[in-house]
């Protein structure tokens, strides 16, 4: 079994900057890739960034590339997400995930374990 718990959300200003965490617990954290996605109102949950089990490797979804940064530390059993130049449309849910992959996946059906959640908000 494992646990995930997202923190770090808010409200910001457009252009401004928020890092989200999220601590893992009660899994070899380690061992695994993991993910950000997010979910807008009435939207469906879209990919945001993964990252693989060691940290060498990255992906993210187009609109975030050059804005938004994945990274990990393991003997924290921590993922972090740094998001800057926020715009309104980044508003959403951000979920972190992860699986039984040790290599970045991009579709959310390929992770097992979901955190609750963390709302960002961003106002023009």
């Known amino acids: 079994q494992g646990q995930l718990v997202e923190s770090g959300g808010g409200l910001v200003q457009a252009g401004g900057s928020l890092r989200l965490s999220c601590t893992a617990s009660g899994r070899t954290f380690s061992s695994y890739a993991m993910g950000w996605f997010r979910q807008a109102p009435g939207k469906e949950r879209e990919f945001v960034a993964a990252i693989s089990w060691s940290g060498g490797s990255t992906y993210y979804a187009d609109f975030v590339k050059g804005r938004f940064t994945i990274s990990r530390d393991n003997a924290k059993n921590t993922m972090y997400l740094q998001m800057n130049s926020l715009k309104p449309e980044d508003t959403a849910v951000y979920y972190c995930?992860?699986?039984?992959?040790?290599?970045?996946?991009?579709?959310?059906?390929?992770?097992?374990?979901w955190g609750q959640g963390t709302q960002v908000t961003v106002s023009s």
């Open positions: 995930a992860t699986g039984n992959s040790r290599y970045v996946r991009t579709r959310a059906y390929e992770y097992n374990y």
